[in-house]
Structures are given as structure tokens and as C-alpha cells.
């Protein structure tokens, strides 16, 4: 099973969203509230991935407006990127969870291959549709999406590669016009989730903001 039926073959930005409301291609939309599909216009010149909706996105029905969004904000700013033209969606758009043990909290839960690769149809007609010119991945889900399975954040990150990488290549990604002189490149971060948990804060949002400031140079450029 996968999100792949649910898809609709051509839609604007809003069709899609609409359509994703009624997916149904994985277990993970039983437990969750509502699709969180993404945000942005799709004039965007910049793509952020996140890894999937938290607690406050899935109940607001928005991405990154809970903690990390509020801290992904602030590096954004910081970096020199303009957030008027960002697009920000999740590789996940159901939140996974696990209920704690007084049933009181919902406990994020990191998605699975399955569910990933399940949710990617989504992805690939955002990309199709909006042919950024920077691909940002957040963390280590949204690098596995979009750059393979055998992507190290801890490695690789901050490193400007050329988008589509091949492995994004195989995996459909693909840029919706090629004129064949414009390049379009992708880099990985850490999440802004990391930063919230790390024990030097300072340390790791410097870090963020350093790699964000290698995507708004290659903006720039
Ligand atoms: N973390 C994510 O990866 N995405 C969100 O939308 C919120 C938190
Ligand atoms: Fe569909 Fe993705 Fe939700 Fe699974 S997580 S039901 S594939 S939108």
C-alpha cells in the first residue's frame, strides 16, 4: 500500500492538498488527526523537508508551528533565507506517535522505510509541481526521502550537492522543467527538533544556521 492511488494525476498545489486529506495509503493516518500537508507558495525558490507533523502541526493541520517550527523560523531568518519564498512540507504528512504510559501524552514515534517510502508519492508531485531551486533535507528522515537510504546526516551535512541527486533520480524525484542551463541543488541539516534536545543548544543551532547560510549563498549565487 502506498500513497500512489491516492494522487491525483494533475492538480495545482491545491488539489493535491485536498487530495491528501483522504489518503489512506499507510496505517498511519488511523491514530493521527488530520493530514498535515505543507505550506509555502509554490513560486518557492527554496524547499525545507521536514521529517512528519508533531502534536501541535497535527492538531493545527499545519507543519512546523509547534517548538521546532518556531526555532526553524529564527535560523531561517537568521541564515538570510526569505521565508515569503519557502516552501516547507514533511516527508511523513501523518503524525506517528505512541501513547505514554499514563495515556496522558502522545509521544513522537520516528517513521519506518515502509511508512517513508509509502508517504513519497506525496513528495514527488511537490516536486513536480514546484521545481525549487534549493532542496533543504531536515534531519535524517527527510535525507533517507529524498537521498537514499545509505545518506549520513552526520557526514554529509551542509555539503551542496547537485539536485536531483541519483538517488533521488531513481526514486522519481525528478526537476519539472529542465532548460538545461539552470542547476538546482540539495543539502541536509539537522533537525531543528536536534537543536531543542541537544545539550549544547547553542552549539547545535549555530550549526543549523551555518548549514542554512550554504543554501542561501547557493541562492544568491
Ligand atoms: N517536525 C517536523 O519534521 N515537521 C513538522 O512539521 C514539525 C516538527
Ligand atoms: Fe497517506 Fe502519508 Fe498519511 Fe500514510 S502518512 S496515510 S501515506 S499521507
Same mark, same amino acid.
Given at each position: 500500500?502506498?500513497? &500512489?492511488?491516492? @494522487?491525483?494525476?494533475?492538480?495545482? =498545489?491545491?488539489?493535491?492538498?485536498?487530495?491528501?486529506?483522504?489518503?489512506? +495509503?499507510?496505517?498511519?493516518?488511523?491514530?493521527?488527526?488530520?493530514? @498535515?500537508?505543507?505550506? $509555502? %507558495?509554490?513560486?518557492?525558490?527554496?524547499?525545507?523537508?521536514?521529517?512528519?507533523? $508533531?502534536?501541535?502541526?497535527?492538531?493545527?493541520?499545519e %507543519?512546523?508551528? +509547534?517548538?521546532?517550527?518556531?526555532?526553524?523560523?529564527?535560523? !531561517?531568518?537568521?541564515?538570510g533565507?526569505? %521565508?515569503?519564498?519557502?516552501?516547507?512540507?514533511?516527508?511523513?504528512?501523518?503524525?506517528?506517535?505512541? /501513547?505514554?504510559?499514563?495515556?496522558?501524552r502522545?509521544?513522537?514515534?520516528?517513521?519506518?522505510?515502509?511508512?517513508?517510502?509509502?508517504?513519497?508519492p506525496?513528495? @514527488?508531485?511537490?516536486?513536480?509541481?514546484?521545481?525549487?531551486?534549493?532542496?533543504?533535507?531536515?534531519?535524517?528522515? &527527510?535525507?533517507?526521502a529524498?537521498?537514499?537510504?545509505?545518506?549520513? !546526516?552526520?557526514?554529509?551535512?551542509?555539503?551542496l550537492? /547537485?539536485?536531483?541527486?541519483?538517488?533521488?533520480?531513481?526514486?522519481?524525484?525528478?526537476?519539472?522543467?529542465?532548460? +538545461?542551463?539552470?542547476?538546482?541543488?540539495?543539502?541536509?541539516?539537522?533537525h531543528?527538533? &536536534?537543536?531543542?534536545?541537544?545539550?549544547?543548544?547553542? &552549539?547545535?543551532?549555530?550549526g543549523? !544556521?551555518?548549514?542554512?547560510?550554504?543554501?542561501?549563498?547557493? =541562492?544568491?549565487?
Amino acid at each position: 500500500m502506498s500513497a &500512489a492511488e491516492f @494522487v491525483p494525476g494533475s492538480a495545482d =498545489l491545491e488539489g493535491l492538498r485536498k487530495a491528501a486529506r483522504e489518503c489512506r +495509503g499507510c496505517h498511519l493516518h488511523e491514530n493521527a488527526t488530520q493530514t @498535515v500537508f505543507s505550506k $509555502g %507558495p509554490v513560486s518557492a525558490r527554496l524547499m525545507l523537508v521536514g521529517e512528519q507533523p $508533531g502534536d501541535v502541526e497535527d492538531q493545527r493541520g499545519e %507543519p512546523f508551528v +509547534g517548538p521546532a517550527g518556531k526555532l526553524l523560523d529564527r535560523a !531561517v531568518a537568521e541564515a538570510g533565507l526569505d %521565508p515569503a519564498h519557502t516552501y516547507t512540507t514533511n516527508a511523513v504528512k501523518h503524525f506517528k506517535f505512541t /501513547p505514554s504510559s499514563n495515556g496522558k501524552r502522545r509521544i513522537h514515534a520516528t517513521p519506518d522505510t515502509h511508512e517513508i517510502g509509502a508517504c513519497r508519492p506525496w513528495l @514527488v508531485a511537490e516536486f513536480a509541481l514546484l521545481d525549487p531551486e534549493v532542496v533543504i533535507a531536515l534531519g535524517a528522515t &527527510a535525507a533517507k526521502a529524498l537521498f537514499g537510504p545509505s545518506f549520513r !546526516v552526520t557526514k554529509s551535512r551542509g555539503v551542496l550537492m /547537485p539536485w536531483p541527486t541519483s538517488a533521488a533520480h531513481a526514486q522519481d524525484f525528478d526537476r519539472g522543467e529542465d532548460d +538545461g542551463s539552470a542547476s538546482a541543488f540539495a543539502l541536509a541539516t539537522i533537525h531543528p527538533s &536536534a537543536v531543542l534536545r541537544a545539550d549544547d543548544r547553542d &552549539a547545535a543551532y549555530a550549526g543549523l !544556521v551555518s548549514d542554512l547560510r550554504v543554501a542561501a549563498k547557493a =541562492l544568491a549565487g
